[in-house]
């Protein structure tokens, strides 16, 4: 089973929209894990399966241009992370996938984009990763190397970065 809905409406920089951010909520996380729920309730009677979440690199740290999407990822990640621990004594795989920039929809119109990749070579990466039992997997795999060095960032200075 794959999840791969998510949200990420433009956000001002003076914007605090509750009803926007927990929109945002209801389909990264509350999607996330009904659908999670579900699959890890089949794949635990059967003993086997591989549930993959598609999460984000923006679960890596909380950006100023997207504070409510940042967390939603970032819950994702901790949860895919809890049922790959909980699920792993029944034979059953979770695998949490982290893209960087993927050409959709959501990003139309954000102009040049790091490492921008076609949907079709994401889902390719994104199934290379599952069939290979990877826990975790940014893709592309460059990324890590972005999140390496963002999470390493002390918060005193990445909250002056335009991030």
Not at 8 to 16: G, I, Q
Not at 95 to 103: A, E, L, N, R, Y
Request: proline share 3%; hydrophobic share 45%; aromatic share 8%.
């Amino acid at each position: 089973m794959v999840y791969a809905a998510a949200v990420m409406p433009k956000v001002a920089k003076d914007e605090y929209d509750t009803e926007k951010d927990l929109e945002q909520l209801a389909v990264n996380v509350g999607g996330c894990i009904a659908w999670g729920n579900a699959a890890a309730r089949l794949f635990q009677s059967q003993r086997f399966g591989t549930l993959v979440g598609i999460s984000s690199i923006a679960g890596e740290r909380g950006r100023k241009g997207a504070p409510v999407y940042c967390t939603t990822k970032a819950a994702m990640n901790t949860y895919l992370e809890a049922l790959r621990n909980r699920l792993s004594e029944c034979g059953v795989h979770v695998c949490t996938i982290k893209p960087g920039f993927v050409d959709t929809d959501m990003t139309k119109g954000m102009g040049k984009l790091l490492w921008l990749i076609s949907a079709d070579e994401a889902a390719r990466l994104i199934l290379k990763a599952a069939r290979a039992k990877a826990n975790e997997r940014f893709v592309p795999r460059q990324w890590w190397i972005v999140a390496t060095i963002i999470k390493n960032i002390p918060s005193f200075v990445f909250k002056k970065l335009n991030v």
